[in-house]
Every structure is written in structure tokens, then in C-alpha cells.
């Protein structure tokens, strides 16, 4: 198993500036660790994106994936490029599934809130110059906030291309986004087949919770396990 981290997080290294080119990054470190495929691809959230567009890469090169597999991530859609009718019906998609969240996850619609009012806190802090940008800032907490923001920059430049295999999709029980398409989250018009994998909490603990955790393992391995593509749910 290998992980990858986005370029910038020591503060020193200029960040990638497309999902294409991360993508290629990553790509790279992996063939040195492990030259021939047959590889296993899986991303979380953003990072679903940037396994999405790996196994794209991969695939175009002549080498095989054996399995791409997105936990929670919708196929992303730049909101300011589309109609004011379907921006319409966003706003109120996202003011209904907000309910829901609330009501199901509580302390999970808490936190989100609570990170988005810091969020906004923070931007409102350095317009009015009483908070340095964290840009101009070494301390760890300040360098992962101009990684996510570059990460949201890239992803609104990103153009998601048909990827020529099956896509095993890890979707929470209690969603905390809106998605038009609620079974296959935007990629099945991308892909040859997805195959949906059903799991318990919500976005922010899937990787966090110790009973979830196990959950996923479990999964995770029998997907891995498949010899010919099916539903593991």
C-alpha cells in the first residue's frame, strides 16, 4: 500500500497546479516503488478526483488498474458554468440535504458548520488586515490551508474525461452534499459500470470512527479480493 501527499505541505515545494499534473506526480513516485501494474487505485473526496484521473493516466500508458475505488466523492461540476435554473435547484438540493444532515448527524453538522464559520471568520479577519494570510505564515496549520486551497482551485479546472474501466463507488449512509444523481453520484456516464458499495457514518468520519474503520476494511478487501468485477454490496 502506498499513500501520496500533495506537493507544498513542507511549506517549501510549489503545489501542483492541475489534477492532471498531480495526478502525473504521483504516478511517478508510484512507478519507482513499484515499476508493473497491476494497480489498485483509491481516493478520498478531492482525492477521488485525483485517483479518478491517475487511473485515467495509467490506463493511456498500457498499464492495468485492476481497481479504482472512490470513497464519497460526487464527479465534479463547477457551479459557476451552469444554468441559473439548475443553480436554482442546487441552492434548494443543498438547503434540503442540510436538513437531513442535521437531523440524522447532528454533531456531524456541527462540525461542518463550525468549520465553515471559521472559514468565513478567517477570510472577513485578513480583508480587514487583523489576520496575516496564511500564505505569509510556516506553522503547519497555515501551510495545509494553502494546500486545500490550491486542491479547490485545481479541482474547478479539472475536466473529468471518460475513464475506460469499473468504478467501485464507497457511499455513506447519512450524506452531508447535494448530488443530482444520488445513486451514482454524476459517474456513470463516465465509466464503463460503477459498482456501489454501501457504508455507515458520513463524509468527515468514514476514516475516523474505529467500528466504521473496520467496516470499510472489510470491504475495501473484498473488493480487492474480486477476481472477476461485481457488486460487492
Do not use: C
Amino acid at each position: 500500500i502506498y499513500g501520496f501527499q500533495p506537493k507544498g505541505l513542507d511549506g517549501i515545494e510549489v503545489t501542483n497546479q492541475s489534477v492532471e499534473e498531480m495526478a502525473g506526480f504521483y504516478i511517478s513516485l508510484l512507478i519507482k516503488q513499484y515499476p508493473s501494474g497491476p494497480y489498485s487505485i483509491a481516493g478520498y473526496s478531492f482525492g477521488g478526483h485525483v485517483a479518478y484521473e491517475m487511473a485515467r493516466q495509467l490506463k493511456a500508458m498500457g498499464s492495468e488498474v485492476s481497481k479504482l475505488i472512490l470513497f464519497d466523492t460526487p464527479a465534479y461540476e463547477d457551479e459557476a458554468k451552469i444554468t441559473w435554473l439548475k443553480k436554482l435547484k442546487l441552492q434548494l438540493g443543498k438547503r434540503i440535504v442540510n436538513l437531513i444532515f442535521a437531523f440524522k448527524e447532528p454533531q456531524g453538522f456541527y462540525e461542518q458548520k463550525r468549520r465553515s464559520f471559521d472559514r468565513k471568520k478567517d477570510q472577513v479577519l485578513i480583508k480587514l488586515n487583523l489576520k496575516a494570510r496564511p500564505e505569509t505564515q510556516k506553522d503547519q496549520g497555515s501551510i495545509i490551508k494553502v494546500v486545500a486551497k490550491n486542491n479547490i482551485k485545481i479541482l474547478k479546472k479539472y475536466k473529468l474525461n471518460p475513464y475506460e474501466g469499473h468504478l467501485h463507488l464507497f457511499k455513506v449512509k447519512n450524506r452531508s452534499f447535494y448530488v443530482e444523481d444520488t445513486k451514482f453520484y454524476g459517474w456513470e456516464p463516465l465509466v464503463n459500470q460503477v459498482h456501489n458499495v454501501h457504508v455507515s457514518g458520513h463524509h468527515d468520519n468514514i476514516f475516523k470512527k474505529p467500528e466504521i474503520l473496520k467496516e470499510m476494511a472489510e470491504k475495501i478487501q473484498k473488493v480487492l479480493d474480486e477476481k472477476t468485477v461485481s457488486n460487492p454490496s
